[in-house]
């Protein structure tokens, strides 16, 4: 019986085979479902085609505020980069905990551990995944300087796997590049983040999608689509045995989105395309880009742009500070409550700094809070208080002392 690896490489061939046009658009769109369920198979444990580490990541504890990976090929430069973030920056690096009053017991006992990667010039000098913290704007985020990956690693290559798993945890990726190999790197490098459900900034469809018992399929699209018809839909649902369900397009989708919902698990994620040894390149070859989107030039050994890097890290996390005024004294610009932008009502913040502390408000909290907002939490008693919302020169209040 062929390996599913042998069936993936089956339809690959037979997808590139396959000229792309009308008449074939519900057949590749069999086969890209396919392709979807024969990964997935791959990827769950217990299966025997894949071997390997399974979808098991690295036992690395999560810290911090946010999670930042450092993916691509061996020796294009992610431990150097780490150490040079981690180091570089030390007001807001692992010393700025040990000299500040306030260590969080567990930041110390990790900064005790802590572990600098190995830099050489030969390819897999990292075999695990070491993690860094650095406190940028406040916010604790964590870096985790990953082993190289080759092509296949989705597959079960290498450590590949275990890398990806690992990816699939952080809040932003870093597809690190070397600026003197060739440009396709990147191309393979996504290709094998996409083959383990990882979506690089892209939005989640925008489609609905609800099975039902009766009915057939029903499929509408509110805007003109060029990539899905009918027949390419049914196809697809066919091979899901879904043969009742509406779908409703909100927007111009592909196969592969539509595959991407009924399959449910991807992962949306930010992602910058660090290119490294910028000091490799003319300044001709450094001006086209840096016009890329998404792209970040480097030189992690000479540090060049490492806090436009940060800067962009820090953009693409998105995140939301929120100072705390203790009574009577000034608000704590220091350290702020840090929230993801798509998280950040008052119940979210209140979630944040304390779970009983939720029990205790009544108003407020569906409001949104801003970047860089100050909330006064005036705690009486341990009775029901509730709050009054003041808004005052971009300073939220949660005036709760009458009650
Ligand atoms: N010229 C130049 N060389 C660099 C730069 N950054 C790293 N290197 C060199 O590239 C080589 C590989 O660096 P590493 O940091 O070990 O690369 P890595 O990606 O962690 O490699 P693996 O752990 O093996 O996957 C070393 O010889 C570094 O000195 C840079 O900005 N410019
Ligand atoms: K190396
Ligand atoms: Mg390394």
């Known amino acids: ?98 000299k500040a009053p306030m260590v969080p017991p567990h930041y110390l006992k990790c900064l005790q551990k802590r572990r600098f990667p ?55 990726i870093l597809i690190v590049l070397d600026a003197i190999k060739p440009i396709t790197h990147k191309r393979l490098i996504e290709k094998e983040l996409e083959g383990f459900g990882i979506r690089l900034n892209k939005e989640p469809p925008n489609l609905t999608f609800r099975k039902k018992d009766k009915g057939g399929i029903n499929f509408t699209s509110t805007v003109a689509n060029t990539h899905l018809d009918l027949d390419t839909v049914k196809a697809i649902c066919s091979e899901y045995r879904i043969h009742n369900a509406d779908i409703t397009l909100r927007y111009d989708a592909s196969a592969d989105d539509l595959i991407d919902v009924i399959e449910g698990s991807r992962i949306y994620m930010p992602c910058i395309y660090v290119v490294n040894k910028i000091d490799q390149i003319t300044l001709e070859e450094l001006e086209i880009l840096d016009k890329l989107p998404h792209y970040c030039p480097v030189s992690a050994h000479l540090e060049w742009n490492l806090d436009g890097l940060l800067e962009k890290v820090w953009e693409y996390l998105d995140l939301t500070r929120i100072y705390t005024k203790p009574k009577g004294m000034n608000p704590d610009y220091e350290d702020p409550v840090i929230l993801s932008s798509k998280k950040r009502t008052v119940e979210d913040f209140c979630e944040r700094i304390h779970k009983d502390m939720l029990k205790q408000f009544k108003y407020a909290l569906e409001h949104e809070l801003e970047d860089e907002d100050v909330v006064q939490i005036i705690k009486k008693g341990f009775c029901g208080v509730s709050g009054d919302l003041l808004v005052h020169n971009g300073v939220v209040c949660y005036n709760l002392e009458k009650f």
Not at 5 to 10: A, Y
Not at 18 to 40: E, I, S
Not at 58 to 73: H, I, Y
């Open 1 to 98: 019986m062929a390996t599913v690896m042998q069936k993936i490489k089956d339809i690959e061939d037979e997808m590139a085979r396959t000229q792309k046009n009308k008449a074939t658009a519900h057949h590749l769109g069999l086969l890209k479902a396919k392709l979807a369920k024969l990964r997935r198979e791959l990827l769950e444990p217990s299966t025997k085609g894949g071997g390997g580490a399974g979808g098991q990541g690295f036992d690395v504890t999560k810290s911090g505020d946010a999670r930042v990976g450092l993916v691509g090929f061996p020796s294009v430069g992610k431990s150097t980069l780490l150490n040079k973030l981690t180091g570089t920056f030390s007001e807001f690096s692992v010393n700025y905990y040990i």
């Open 118 to 172: 190995k830099v050489a010039s030969y390819e897999f000098t990292t075999l695990t995944c070491i993690p860094g913290v650095i406190v940028y704007r406040g916010a604790k985020i964590q870096l985790l300087d990953l082993p190289g990956i080759i092509e296949g690693a989705k597959d079960g290559k290498g450590r590949g796997r275990q890398v990806i798993s690992t990816a699939r945890t952080c809040n932003c």
